[in-house]
């Protein structure tokens, strides 16, 4: 039989999981703005705009998956306290 225990151990893997793509995103709009600085260096505004987007889409999903750790944590309170705890 499933224990509370267990389901706080899968949610917190879950948890995991989403922070280590909060960290991917993160990397990802370090990565995106060195290009941003190389791209206006070479005087390429298109290139520049493009990749602005991307940035601000990067910062959209780290946002929703913030959202996501948020929810996460709620769910193991809410199991934690169905367990008397």
Partial sequence: MASI???VS???EASDDIEEAISAANAAESTTEALIAIQAAA???D????LT???ESIDEL????QGGTDLV????NQAQAAAGG
């Avoid at 290139?47 to 493009?50: P, T, Y």
């Avoid at 780290?62 to 998956?65: A, D, E, M």
């Avoid at 944590?73 to 193991?76: C, E, L, S």
């Fill in 5 to 7: 225990g267990e389901i």
């Fill in 10 to 12: 899968t949610l917190q």
């Fill in 43 to 45: 005087q390429f505004p």
């Fill in 47 to 50: 290139k520049v705009a493009a």
């Fill in 53 to 55: 987007a991307v940035k």
């Fill in 62 to 65: 780290r946002t929703y998956l």
């Fill in 73 to 76: 944590d709620k769910v193991i």
